[in-house]
């Protein structure tokens, strides 16, 4: 609408730019015919009168030629008929008698001759008053500049609905579509007809369409790879789950070794107090095992996982109980720094898995053993390194003896498939793995490592602010 307004007020502008430019130059024009017929009248009325009076003075006198003239002078309006003697002594020569000479001044014509009567030389002039003739003029410029004017408003009024009718509703039309596309919808603008604004219409509508099309393959693009990300997740997990199940095995063995002993014992143990230490016994070793099963089963199963609080300790114990026997296989000592007590939330086994692929990832780069340190800290505010996002979190930090890592292969760790294992072992999707179960936490995933000098890498889940506590 506004659009409309704008031509309509651009067009009659310019129609009483023209008008006036117009009604000036015709003006000007008029004012030019009428001082020429002006002239003319006054040349036709010089000529007539000067004869009649030069005859009238000869056959009847002077009196009476003058009376002739004050009568002529009173027949006509806005005429001034004036006729005087020559100064004496002044000889006027017979060819310059009855001789014109009109000239213009400011609101009348003049016309001016000489009559050469019995009494001597006489001036007859005849003078004819503009003002009058102009007044009118002006006033019906006036008057059509008014009719103009009022035509010009009704036709840019008209204008205005039409501008509105077939433009103003066209492109309001548009908008909308184009607010609705911003915020996810489609709607549809109507495209027919076969001006230009159709085909912009038209042509917006083939651009939804192609958007809401494209829109909808990324979408199932999405969905695959979600669903591929998961099973190669949950294929890495198991390879994981085989990896420690291995180191596991004689961890497993030890207690069913005892188990079998003491079980062997029982039938010849008379006394009840040795019998029941003996079966306490059976039960702990029982109870080693079927954590030690637990914890690999957890680990390994693909269940949807709920968010609630978890505390930082109970992840830290559940995955060194699951990784010791791998740990121990490969001589690494798993050591426990600061460990907050504030809760987070999140769900505890996907933390556990985070934590469990950044210490078998740190153990793969430690081939001669050396010791991995995992901590978990409060921050207040995540505003020293590794900054990544603001607020409070808890973050988990595994530090490792590895080799480090130069700056081109720590901006590109997180990628998935992306490898730095020489012997062919892992799929290079552990931390990429982690990268995803943090973007679920709505947390963040950073390393500090420095060729060298080991790294360390820092898992950041948010805190609610309900359960924000001092440190």
């Known amino acids: 609408m506004r659009l409309t307004l704008k031509l309509a007020a651009v067009w009659i502008s310019l129609m009483m730019l023209v008008l006036s430019a117009m009604a000036w130059f015709h003006a000007r024009r008029l004012f030019e015919l009428q001082e020429r017929d002006l002239v003319n009248d006054q040349q036709i009325l010089a000529r007539a009168l000067a004869p009649a009076l030069r005859e009238m003075w000869r056959t009847s006198g002077q009196a009476r030629a003058l009376e002739y003239a004050e009568l002529a002078d009173a027949r006509r309006q806005n005429t001034t008929i004036d006729i005087t003697p020559l100064e004496d002594g002044l000889v006027v020569p017979p060819e310059e008698a009855d001789e014109l000479i009109t000239e213009v001044v400011d609101d009348a014509v003049l016309t001016e001759t000489i009559i050469l009567t019995p009494d001597g030389p006489w001036r007859l002039v005849v003078r004819r008053d503009t003002r009058a003739r102009r007044t009118d003029i002006q006033s019906l410029f006036v008057r059509d500049g008014v009719l103009f004017g009022v035509l010009v408003l009704l036709a840019g009024a008209l204008a205005t609905w039409l501008g509105h009718f077939v433009v103003g509703r066209r492109t309001g039309e548009l908008h909308e579509a184009v607010l609705a596309r911003s915020r996810g919808e489609t709607l549809r603008v109507d495209d027919s007809g076969r001006d230009e604004l159709s085909e912009l219409a038209a042509a917006f509508n083939h651009m939804t369409a192609s958007l809401a099309s494209a829109e909808s393959r990324i979408a199932d693009e999405r969905r695959r790879r979600a669903r591929a990300l998961n099973q190669l997740r949950h294929s890495d997990r198991l390879a994981a789950v085989g990896r420690i199940g291995s180191s596991m095995a004689h961890e ?220």
Request: some cysteine; overall charge negative; aromatic content about 6%.
């Open 252 to 471: 497993i063995a030890t207690p069913l070794n005892v188990i079998s002993g003491y079980a062997q014992m029982l039938p010849d143990m008379d006394e009840e107090s040795e019998r029941a230490e003996v079966k306490d016994l059976i039960v702990g070793q029982a109870g080693r095992i079927s954590d030690h099963l637990r914890a690999l089963l957890d680990y390994s199963r693909r269940n949807k996982v709920e968010m609630t609080a978890t505390k930082p300790g109970d992840c830290l114990n559940e995955i060194r109980l699951l990784l010791a026997p791998l740990l121990d296989d490969h001589g690494i000592k798993l050591t426990l720094g600061a460990v907050t007590d504030i809760s987070f939330i999140g769900a505890q086994q996907l933390v556990a898995e985070v934590l469990t692929n950044l210490v078998t990832n740190a153990m793969k780069f430690m081939p001669d053993g050396g010791t991995i340190e995992v901590a978990a800290h409060y921050w207040q505010d995540v505003s020293s390194p590794p900054a990544f996002r603001a607020g409070p979190h808890v973050v988990f930090a595994v530090k490792d003896e590895g080799p480090g890592m130069d700056e081109a292969t720590r901006r590109r760790v997180f990628e998935p498939f992306y490898t730095t294992n020489d012997k062919g072992g892992g799929t290079g999707l552990g931390l990429s793995i982690c990268m995803d179960i943090l973007d679920e936490h709505e947390g963040y995933l950073d390393v500090d490592s420095a060729p060298g000098e080991g790294s360390t890498f820092y898992a950041g889940f948010p805190v609610e602010a309900r359960q924000e506590q001092t440190a």
